[in-house]
């Protein structure tokens, strides 16, 4: 599949079966997130590999989201590392480049995946539960597992979202070329 090709068709799963991901899908997503751009290549991302049941189970309760945290048989919880802090904006920044190389990947490999935030709201809970130290601080989980449902969304007009040389001029879609 090519780039754009599944840019446009991942969607956020969050319905999955009961069957674990293989640790080589595994090690590819991780991979993936891994060569996300970063000021200075600070690589400011650390991740936690949830696999063990009583671990999901214990983190379903950090969310609203518990059935689908509860459903996916892996999880991967994603942390900005402050030792290694180039620019906080900056950094954030990366961490959501390098949860997008895992969703694509995830997509890529045929596996579902979704990207829970409201989780952040439990914070301290989940930083309890897998005893991370102060300097993790909690940006995503991401729920992966072989997709139980197929999902669709629709976009907005690019003319909706874009302006051109200023604020007020319409992007006009005839700007933009269609062939990849």
């Not at 640790?23 to 993936?32: A, C, F, N, P, V």
């Amino acid at each position: 599949m090519h780039t754009l090709d599944t840019i446009k068709a991942r969607r956020s799963i969050r319905k999955f079966e009961n069957t674990p991901v293989e640790k080589e899908d595994i090690d590819t997503i991780l991979d993936s997130g891994r060569w996300a751009p970063s000021g200075l290549n600070n690589q400011p991302w650390r991740f936690i590999v949830i696999q063990d049941k009583e671990t999901i189970k214990n983190l379903s309760t950090c969310t609203h989201y518990s059935e689908i945290v509860e459903g996916a048989p892996l999880l991967i919880v994603v942390y900005l590392y402050h030792e290694v802090l180039y620019n906080y904006v900056k950094d954030i920044q990366s961490i959501g480049a390098s949860i997008e190389n895992m969703l694509l990947a995830c997509h890529e490999l045929g596996l579902g995946a979704v990207w829970l935030g409201e989780i952040l709201n439990q914070a301290e809970s989940v930083n309890t539960i897998l005893e991370t130290p102060e300097s993790f601080e909690l940006m995503a989980v991401v729920a992966i597992g072989h997709p139980a449902e197929k999902s669709t969304s629709e976009r907005k007009e690019i003319h909706e979202l874009v302006y051109s040389e200023k604020f007020g001029n319409r992007w006009i879609e005839e700007n933009r070329d269609e062939e990849y």
